[in-house]
């Protein structure tokens, strides 16, 4: 049974075949394959094209180019779409609803747009650290994006917080502009790749601060001062005096607009089969949202490849049916 659209919408909207929600390297690459395989195809996106790799300094491994800032990329992403001729809306989703035939996207601004299929590729946010002085503090000298950031730190002292790859990247970043970084991590070992670690313990201006956690941010009324920390083998508390504090602690999937009925694993990633498909017909998640042994910026493109082909095979299908 296909699923009929509102009553009083019926016959003036028009069904899309496909709706790409978020412009981050998967949304952008789903982008580019919807437009070749004809589709007609919009794209929404509430902030800039690119998403997080606007936040990230340089990008080093997307394969044919060395090395390119994370804003550049995410230019030149765009603009390989657009020159397909896709069109890409600056608009925020409040709420999909899935149905048999197609799917509702509910704008905020109350709007409802129709298509057969979506590709969700809502991303996430950085997590917090969840410690007293944290949001208070959000905007004056804590941080979750170096790049955004750094600049007020020039010849200042930071605690970049975290051991995978983000903070190791955006602590060489920040030894860059500031006096001194601080990199606290709660283990002995790093996660972070092993070329990003030998990079930092040889950076003169970063100091390892290892099995340990911040505890507080401390501050006055120009804001940061320090952070409390407390040694996670010996429970010893100790403080450094610092002016910023940049938080790099893994991510939290915005899996705000996934329909109920689609699988969830416990930490909130989307479980999806191979095509990038839900367990709803015709809704596809990629990118950092979806359940992924690695998250990377070639991954989610390669999300946005696969599923922008399984769309178009399940578009043709739909209207095959005549729904
Ligand atoms: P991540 O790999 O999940 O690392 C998070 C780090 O924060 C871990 O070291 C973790 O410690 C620590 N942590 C988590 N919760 C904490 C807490 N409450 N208090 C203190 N420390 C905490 O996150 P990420 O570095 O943001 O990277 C996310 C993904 O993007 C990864 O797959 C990464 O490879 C990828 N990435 C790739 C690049 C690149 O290749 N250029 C750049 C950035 C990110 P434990 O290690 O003890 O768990």
């Given amino acids: 049974m296909p699923c009929p659209l ?8 028009h069904i899309h075949d496909l709706i790409i929600i978020g412009g981050g390297p998967g949304g952008l690459t789903a982008g580019i394959y919807a437009q070749r395989a004809a589709l007609d195809t919009l794209l929404l996106e509430k902030g800039l094209p690119g998403g997080q790799m606007n936040n990230t300094d340089m990008v080093e491994n997307w394969p044919g180019i060395e090395s390119i ?5 995410s230019t030149a992403m765009a603009d390989h779409v657009r020159s397909y001729g896709l069109e890409i809306q600056q608009q925020e989703v409040r709420q999909i609803e899935p149905c048999l035939g197609h799917h509702l996207v509910h704008l905020a601004d109350d709007r409802k747009l129709a298509a057969y299929a979506l590709i969700i590729a809502a991303g996430g946010s950085p997590r917090k650290l969840g410690v007293p002085g944290e949001d208070a503090n959000y905007g004056k000298g804590v941080s979750y994006c170096a790049v955004c950031d750094g600049f007020f730190f020039r010849n200042k002292t930071v605690v970049v917080v975290g051991g995978g790859d983000s903070a190791l990247e955006e602590a060489l970043y920040l030894a860059k502009i500031a006096a001194k970084v601080y990199l606290v991590h ?11 670690q030998k990079r930092v313990k040889a950076e003169k201006n970063i100091e390892l601060h290892l099995n340990a956690v911040v505890t507080a941010i401390q501050s006055d009324r120009q804001g940061v001062t320090g952070v409390a920390l407390e ?3 010996s429970g010893e508390q100790r403080e450094l005096a610092c002016d910023g504090v940049f938080i790099f602690i893994g991510f939290m999937p915005d899996n705000s ?11 909130g990633f989307v ?11 015709g809704i596809f998640v990629v990118g950092d949202l979806r359940e992924k042994y690695v998250k990377q910026i070639i991954t989610a ?11 178009a095979r399940h578009v043709e299908n739909r209207k095959g049916d005549g729904q």
Avoid: H, W, Y
């Avoid at 509102?6 to 909207?13: Q, S």
């Avoid at 493109?301 to 769309?311: L, R, T, V």
């Fill in 231 to 233: 040694d996670t083998t």
């Fill in 271 to 281: 479980v999806t089969d191979e095509k990038c498909e839900t367990r709803l017909p």
């Fill in 257 to 267: 607009l996934v329909p109920a009925g689609t699988k969830m694993n416990a930490d």
């Fill in 6 to 13: 509102p009553e009083k919408e019926t016959g003036n909207i």
């Fill in 301 to 311: 493109a390669a999300d946005g490849c696969i599923a922008a082909q399984a769309a």
């Fill in 69 to 73: 800032s994370g804003a550049e990329l």
């Fill in 186 to 196: 709660r283990r002995e070992e790093f996660r972070g790749g092993m070329i990003l």
